[in-house]
């Protein structure tokens, strides 16, 4: 692990099938995120969101993400000192349910870890294919990595499905500017939004709620990794 002074905006990589752990430019609190799988980081220093890092780190082959989300903890742990606690608090969410026309979910084809990246189609949409997914996993992706220019909080799963699913969305990545005959056009592709996507492609809805949601709250870290 290192410090990144690229002055780089975006983040690469991150916690990856088969055991690996390679992410690049990350900020620290972003990083612990991935450890705990956390929505919310509350507390720490004001560095955590300006001072970013690279990791790389490998597991033997096939190791699970949970278990390659533990090692991170035991490296935060050991690297920067970091120690945490969690609390429960009342904050905005996204509740992830049934929509009007009941679910149109497809049962997943094939066992495996889940997976998610860009699919085909239309031009002008955004096309995400996910495979061997839960509930609980798009509920988890859609803010962080499918939607997170749409998506603004945390999203919490209340279908009340079990299972795994292969999804596909298809949905315009921006608010359309131009004249009517574009937004017409927009209209009739597949999911105007990504909130229509869901409603339309899968029978589900994104409602505005407040529930009480685990949050971590950082008690110490170092700025300054030890050395290994």
Not at 54 to 69: G, S
Not at 164 to 193: C, F, H, M, Q, T
Request: net charge positive.
């Amino acid at each position: 692990m290192r410090v990144n002074d690229s002055g780089q905006p975006n983040i690469q990589g991150g916690i990856q099938p088969g055991g690996q752990i390679s992410v690049r430019n990350i900020p620290m609190k972003e990083l612990i995120v991935q450890a705990y799988k956390a929505g919310n980081v509350a507390g720490g220093p004001s560095w955590l969101d300006s001072e970013r890092f690279d990791i790389v780190a490998k597991a033997p082959p096939n190791t699970p993400e949970a278990t390659l989300r533990l090692m991170l903890q035991a490296l935060l742990a050991e690297r920067f000192k970091l120690a945490i606690h969690r609390e429960q608090k009342s904050m905005a969410v996204y509740a992830l349910a049934r929509a009007k026309g009941g679910f149109k979910l497809q049962p997943a084809a094939r066992s495996g870890q889940p997976k998610c990246g860009p699919g085909q189609g239309a031009e002008g949409l955004n096309h995400t294919v996910c495979t061997n997914f839960t509930m609980a996993d798009l509920a988890d992706w859609l803010p962080t990595r499918i939607a997170p220019s749409f998506i603004d909080r945390p999203v919490v799963d209340l279908t009340g499905l079990k299972g795994n699913y292969d999804i596909k969305l298809d949905w315009i990545p921006r608010p359309i500017v131009g004249n009517a005959a574009d937004g017409a056009a927009a209209e009739g592709a597949a999911g105007a939004s990504i909130f229509d996507a869901l409603d339309k492609q899968l029978g589900l809805k994104l409602e505005q709620r407040k529930l009480p949601m685990p949050v971590i709250v950082i008690d110490h870290i170092e700025r300054v990794p030890t050395e290994n």
